[in-house]
């Protein structure tokens, strides 16, 4: 994995969405789950204040990556930490499209159902 994409990882998991979405393209699209996509610095940031206010913490474990041309494809473990402080490990994976220093889309397959489960967090 680049240091780039790490760096994108190293925001998410500190809960910063607005570093984050300042990685993103003016145009560009960042789609969670089978959650509609949401474009834009600004309404990738807000979705996730949103989402980052369920949990007091996440961490992404790559397990496999592959590079292609512009696009990386990751898979991970992802373990969020609740705010009741339990955990809850789930796989995902994801491809980021990039315009040189910038995102283009990234799309981030994973069920976060279990994080919800039996009425936690």
Wanted: glycine share 10%.
């Amino acid at each position: 994995m680049s240091d780039w994409v790490r760096a994108v990882y190293d925001d998410a998991d500190g809960l910063d969405a607005a570093a984050f979405a300042a990685r993103f393209a003016p145009d560009a699209t960042f789609t969670m789950g089978n959650n509609p996509p949401l474009t834009g610095p600004a309404e990738i940031e807000a979705g996730l204040e949103g989402f980052f206010a369920l949990i007091t913490g996440m961490r992404h474990d790559f397990t496999h990556r592959w590079t292609a041309g512009s696009v990386e494809v990751m898979e991970a473990a992802v373990t969020y930490t609740r705010t009741d402080g339990s955990t809850v490990t789930v796989p995902g994976a994801s491809v980021t499209e990039r315009y040189g220093d910038r995102i283009a889309a990234m799309r981030a397959y994973i069920d976060v159902a279990p994080l919800f489960a039996g009425g936690a967090l």
